[in-house]
């Protein structure tokens, strides 16, 4: 397998081919936005909607690029030693999923990092949308196998990038709290998080968030959690997008043209409304606040909160609007979860898409 060095040369490539790809097309046009600039930060932005010219028009970036990973902790006196067709057993079966439901790829084997001799095995679950790689290392010392368990959705175009770099050098970061970090993890690895409780501190990017996964806790047992035990780490915002009207408009609330702009366009059968804006004026012509969505699909309705920030501004005879809104989740798999968001990150994302606008006024951040 590469080494992580290998892997971030590897991204690298990627994000150049993927970002190079779609502009040649729309340097034409005189948008009042910097599109090559917006699409250099995130983890997958994509244009998704381009209308017009310099006179009137829309844009929309969007990232929804789900992703996330789970570390376990499992003693190493109730596993099999540790070897390939170990991993591969524990990829296959530890969901209780099976081998009918797990395609392994040829993906599998092993490399030294960090001190430690890890091995590697890949599959397919729900089929085909989601790719999970299992990343397993032992700690005699502490009697406690890791594995890391990292996803991405292949159904939402989830670069493999965030598998094979982000998040493989996010679980190699973790060790006993209190020994210090290795001193060759990457600056996006921004932030400690430690868990006394379970003996373990990693590292992870500022916009995400970790914290510790009760799905298994009913069968813990007796056991010490500093040897048996899980913690996630999420994204804080997903489903991200930023909205750029501009032209001629008709006199509307906020609230009336956030209603228009934020919903996705999902086809004829598909009925994506807005059933509530609810906003706080933090400066003349700017907005901080929360929306509730609603998506009815062959019967069956899907509710879907949001944080955003919005403004509205005049430039040249020109009205302008736009939006910066993710997602906000209460729950993941019928787990209550919080920090998903936090309004530092999202100040921060619209304060650099306003900074691309080339009339915007600063962004407010309080």
Same mark, same amino acid.
């Given at each position: 397998?590469?080494?992580? @060095?290998?892997?971030? &040369? /590897?991204?690298?490539? /990627?994000? /150049?081919?993927?970002?190079? *790809?779609?502009?040649?097309?729309?340097?034409?046009?005189?948008?009042?936005?910097?599109?090559?600039?917006?699409?250099?930060?995130?983890?997958?932005?994509?244009?998704?909607? *381009?209308?017009?010219?310099?006179?009137?028009?829309? +844009?929309?970036?969007?990232?929804?690029?789900?992703?996330?990973?789970?570390?376990?902790?499992?003693?190493?006196?109730?596993?099999?030693?540790?070897?390939?067709?170990?991993?591969?057993?524990?990829?296959?079966?530890?969901? #209780?999923?099976?081998?009918?439901?797990?395609?392994?790829?040829?993906?599998?084997?092993?490399?030294?990092?960090?001190?430690?001799?890890?091995?590697?095995?890949?599959?397919? %679950?729900?089929? $085909?949308?989601?790719?999970?790689? %299992?990343?397993?290392?032992?700690?005699?010392? !502490?009697?406690?196998?890791?594995?890391?368990?990292?996803?991405?959705? @292949?159904?939402?175009?989830?670069?493999?990038?965030?598998?094979?770099?982000?998040?493989?050098?996010?679980?190699?970061?973790?060790?006993?709290?209190?020994?210090?970090?290795?001193? #060759?993890?990457?600056?996006?690895?921004?932030?400690?998080?430690? /868990?006394?409780?379970?003996?373990?501190?990693?590292?992870?990017?500022?916009?995400?968030?970790?914290?510790? %996964?009760? $799905? %298994?806790?009913?069968?813990?047992?007796?056991?010490? &959690?500093?040897?048996? &035990?899980?913690?996630?780490?999420?994204?804080? $915002?997903?489903?991200?997008?930023?909205?750029?009207?501009?032209?001629?408009?008709?006199?509307?609330?906020?609230?009336?043209?956030?209603?228009?702009?934020?919903?996705?366009?999902?086809?004829?059968?598909?009925?994506?409304?807005?059933?509530?804006?609810?906003?706080?004026?933090?400066?003349?012509?700017?907005? +901080?606040? #929360?929306?509730?969505?609603?998506?009815?699909? #062959?019967?069956?309705?899907?509710?879907?909160?949001?944080?955003?920030? *919005?403004?509205?501004?005049?430039?040249?005879?020109?009205?302008?609007?736009?939006?910066?809104?993710?997602?906000?989740?209460?729950?993941?798999?019928?787990?209550? @979860?919080?920090?998903? +968001?936090?309004?530092?990150?999202?100040?921060?994302?619209?304060?650099?898409?306003?900074?691309? +606008?080339?009339?915007?006024?600063?962004?407010?951040? !309080?």
């Amino acid at each position: 397998m590469r080494t992580p @060095i290998i892997y971030i &040369a /590897f991204a690298g490539v /990627f994000i /150049f081919l993927y970002l190079a *790809a779609p502009l040649h097309s729309q340097e034409a046009t005189e948008w009042p936005v910097d599109v090559y600039a917006q699409l250099q930060e995130g983890i997958s932005p994509k244009v998704t909607i *381009a209308l017009g010219d310099e006179r009137r028009g829309r +844009i929309r970036i969007s990232e929804d690029s789900w992703w996330m990973f789970l570390l376990h902790l499992r003693p190493l006196d109730e596993g099999a030693p540790l070897s390939l067709r170990t991993t591969k057993d524990l990829l296959i079966n530890f969901w #209780n999923t099976g081998s009918k439901n797990v395609q392994l790829t040829d993906e599998a084997g092993s490399y030294d990092t960090m001190g430690k001799k890890v091995y590697y095995a890949e599959a397919l %679950f729900t089929q $085909g949308t989601i790719r999970t790689r %299992f990343l397993v290392w032992d700690d005699p010392e !502490r009697n406690r196998r890791y594995i890391a368990d990292m996803n991405i959705n @292949i159904g939402k175009d989830t670069p493999d990038s965030l598998l094979l770099v982000t998040q493989q050098l996010i679980a190699l970061s973790a060790r006993a709290y209190n020994t210090p970090p290795p001193g #060759n993890l990457p600056e996006w690895l921004s932030k400690e998080e430690s /868990f006394e409780d379970i003996n373990l501190s990693i590292n992870i990017p500022e916009d995400c968030s970790a914290s510790t %996964f009760p $799905g %298994f806790n009913s069968l813990r047992g007796e056991r010490p &959690a500093s040897e048996w &035990a899980s913690m996630w780490v999420l994204p804080k $915002g997903s489903n991200w997008r930023m909205d750029l009207t501009w032209g001629p408009q008709a006199a509307e609330s906020p609230e009336e043209w956030i209603k228009e702009q934020l919903p996705d366009s999902l086809g004829s059968e598909a009925i994506v409304e807005v059933k509530q804006v609810k906003l706080e004026e933090i400066a003349p012509g700017q907005w +901080i606040g #929360n929306a509730v969505t609603t998506t009815t699909f #062959n019967r069956r309705e899907t509710v879907e909160s949001w944080r955003l920030v *919005a403004a509205e501004w005049k430039s040249q005879g020109n009205t302008y609007r736009s939006l910066v809104a993710c997602n906000v989740f209460n729950d993941k798999w019928g787990i209550k @979860i919080d920090g998903m +968001i936090d309004d530092s990150l999202l100040h921060s994302r619209a304060a650099r898409w306003f900074a691309r +606008i080339q009339s915007a006024p600063a962004w407010q951040a !309080r």
